[in-house]
């Protein structure tokens, strides 16, 4: 069974950077999906964040754009979620997923964005 496993979240001031990574593990075709980066605030519904395709083509949600990056590594199978100038209203749970999502998703890492 696939397993995505999300890490890099942290507690950083306003301004500052992050890079998620994660990983899907046992994804035998992730070079060939498009895979997803959504955010949990609390409170609130999970919402997309960014996509990436699998030629490499990207989409932001309107918050993230020109502060975020998506890639990948395939050989890896790796998602990654460069974050510049955070800001406190970006503090959520992050998670990774395919693109259409899985059934499950997995722990998520938090990004906590305070002074």
């Known amino acids: 069974q696939v397993q995505l496993v999300e890490s890099g979240g942290d507690l950083v001031q306003p301004g500052g950077s992050l890079r998620l990574s994660c990983v899907a593990s046992?994804?035998?075709?992730?070079?060939?999906?498009?895979m997803d980066w959504y955010h949990q605030a609390p409170g609130k519904q999970r919402e997309l964040v960014a996509t990436?395709?699998?030629?490499?083509?990207?989409n932001y949600a309107d918050f993230a754009k020109g502060r975020f990056t998506i890639s990948r590594d395939n050989a890896r199978r790796t998602v990654y979620l460069q974050m510049n100038s955070l800001k406190p209203e970006d503090t959520a749970v992050y998670y990774c997923n395919r693109a259409p999502p899985l059934g499950y998703w997995g722990q998520g890492t938090q990004v906590t964005v305070s002074s």
């Open positions: 990436i395709t699998s030629a490499g083509s990207t």
């Open positions: 046992g994804m035998t075709y992730f070079s060939r999906t498009a």
